[in-house]
């Protein structure tokens, strides 16, 4: 059975830094590209960062870009995002999600699979 679990999540001042996990299991991190994405408050999913299924290539979206970086440990089965300098319009809930296509979707159920999400709020 594919799982996706993310942790990581919390309350951060602006400015600060998280590191998200994505701890994964029943099924090779090899076989999909894995996303985060993230939901604000009464906004649609917004896609932040995809890794590829070899863990060469990484992309951005412009609003996060310079900040934040993904990353994953094979061995480990995990998908990492490294976020830092954290703004205020960053506080959402984060999900990782993998897909076997290269594909970016508006909707969590477009997705192979994804996880029940972490909250990320940036406050002061």
């Known amino acids: 059975q594919v799982q996706l679990v993310e942790s990581g999540g919390g309350l951060v001042q602006p400015g600060g830094s998280l590191r998200l996990s994505c701890t994964t299991s029943?099924?090779?991190?090899?076989?999909?590209?894995m996303f985060w994405v993230r939901q604000a408050p009464g906004k649609g999913l917004e896609w932040v960062s995809i890794?590829?299924?070899?863990?060469?290539?990484?992309a951005y979206a412009d609003s996060v870009k310079g900040r934040f970086t993904i990353s994953k440990d094979s061995a480990k089965k995990t998908v990492y995002l490294q976020m830092n300098s954290l703004k205020p319009e960053d506080t959402a809930v984060y999900y990782c999600?993998?897909?076997?296509?290269?594909?970016?979707?508006?909707?969590?159920?477009?997705?192979?699979?994804w996880g029940p999400g972490t909250q990320v709020t940036v406050s002061s």
């Open positions: 999600a993998g897909r076997s296509t290269l594909r970016i979707s508006t909707s969590l159920r477009e997705y192979d699979s």
């Open positions: 029943g099924f090779t991190l090899s076989s999909y590209w």
């Open positions: 890794i590829s299924k070899s863990g060469g290539d990484a």
